[in-house]
């Protein structure tokens, strides 16, 4: 579904190559400055590769995108999301669903089945900037699913999040994940950045793990082993197995 071709930026990021497919969750875990913000700009369509490099999604190269076919069939949550000033909650959820054609009834039915796992119903009337920061970002998270909700948007292919999970307490980290697991099921490639390698070995379809811009694993979560975490993040850990889960313990 999303295609990396050599994608490069001069001293971010590349050449990377590799595919991130419909109906999967792919968590980038990387060290940071790894190139992991670098790899979902260009996934997104809001920079280039240089050189020959290449970025398709469903099978086109995403320069022959217009912004507006862009806007329909990916959404993106930015790691540093600028939220418009003064409106409340459920002004901003209704500007996510503007390109869609507006708060349709189907619009809110999609905000009401998002409003439980992301705690929103306290936050609709809330003016923006009296959010506390995980508030906020779960306001935004609902606004970027809302975008490429199949219920409302039959052109969406591709959710792209980069640290979806910052700022949010652990309830609404792991619903957070729920929910991409979710979309990734009902056919979207989704593609996010996520710092917990724990929660990436147990959520990920699939890891891909960026080092000094380049990819240095791929694959399912078993990717991630003590030397690759050593080899990439510097850090010693033990790994403990639980009911089938494998447990990253760091080393003192
Ligand atoms: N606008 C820019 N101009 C020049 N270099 C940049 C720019 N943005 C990022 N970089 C550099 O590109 C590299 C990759 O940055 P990127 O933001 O993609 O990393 P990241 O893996 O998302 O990091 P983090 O985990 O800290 O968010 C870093 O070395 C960074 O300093």
Known sequence: MLEFENFIQARRVGPVS????AGRLTLLIGPNGSGKSSLLAGAAGLSDSDGKGRVRLAGKDLSGYSLHELARHRAM???QAVLPHGLRGYELLALAAEPLGGVSEAACRVMAELAGPLGLNSLYNRQLDTLSGGEQQRLLIAGTLLQVDPAINPDARLL?????????DWHHQLATLRLLRGYAQRG???VASIHDI??????ADDVWCLHKGKL?????????TPQLIAEVFEVKVRVLEQDGH????PEE
Not at 216 to 224: D, L, M, S, Y
Not at 246 to 249: D, E, H, P, T, V
């Open 160 to 168: 792209l999040l980069d640290e979806p999970l910052a700022g949010l």
């Open 216 to 224: 240095a694993a791929f694959g399912g979560p078993e990717v991630i």
């Open 77 to 79: 949550l930015a790691q």
């Open 188 to 190: 979207l490639a989704v």
């Open 246 to 249: 494998r447990i990253m313990l």
């Open 198 to 203: 724990n929660l990436a070995c147990q959520y």
């Open 18 to 21: 590799g595919e991130c497919a």
